[in-house]
């Protein structure tokens, strides 16, 4: 089993930036895939980005590319997203999620483990 906690959300202004976290226990999260998704109200869950086991590889939503940064730090157990000269378009809930599958994808049906999400909020 694989536990996944997200923690850095919050509120900022247009163009401003946050770091979120995903804190793993239970197993060792470096022999997982990781993807990041956001949810907001009334939308489909939608793929931001993805970093491949013992993170060789990164993978990024079109809408992000440039602004955001996927990264995991083995010896913390850890996935972190670098969000930079964000948008109100961003706002969300931003979600981490494992998958053993050997190479990440877009699609939430891949990924086995899901944390509860942390809000993100853009204002204008």
């Known amino acids: 089993q694989v536990q996944l906690v997200e923690s850095g959300g919050g509120l900022v202004q247009a163009g401003g930036s946050l770091r979120l976290s995903c804190a793993a226990s239970?197993?060792?999260?470096?022999?997982?895939?990781m993807g990041w998704f956001r949810q907001a109200p009334g939308k489909e869950r939608e793929f931001v980005a993805a970093?491949?086991?013992?993170?060789?590889?990164?993978y990024y939503a079109h809408s992000v590319k440039g602004r955001f940064t996927i990264s995991r730090d083995g010896a913390k157990n850890t996935v972190y997203l670098q969000m930079n000269s964000l948008k109100p378009d961003d706002t969300a809930v931003y979600s981490c999620a494992a998958t053993t599958a050997v190479v990440p994808t877009t699609s939430t049906h891949t990924y086995e483990y899901w944390g509860q999400g942390t809000q993100v909020t853009v204002s204008s």
């Open positions: 970093i491949t086991r013992y993170g060789g590889n990164t």
């Open positions: 239970g197993r060792t999260l470096s022999t997982y895939a």
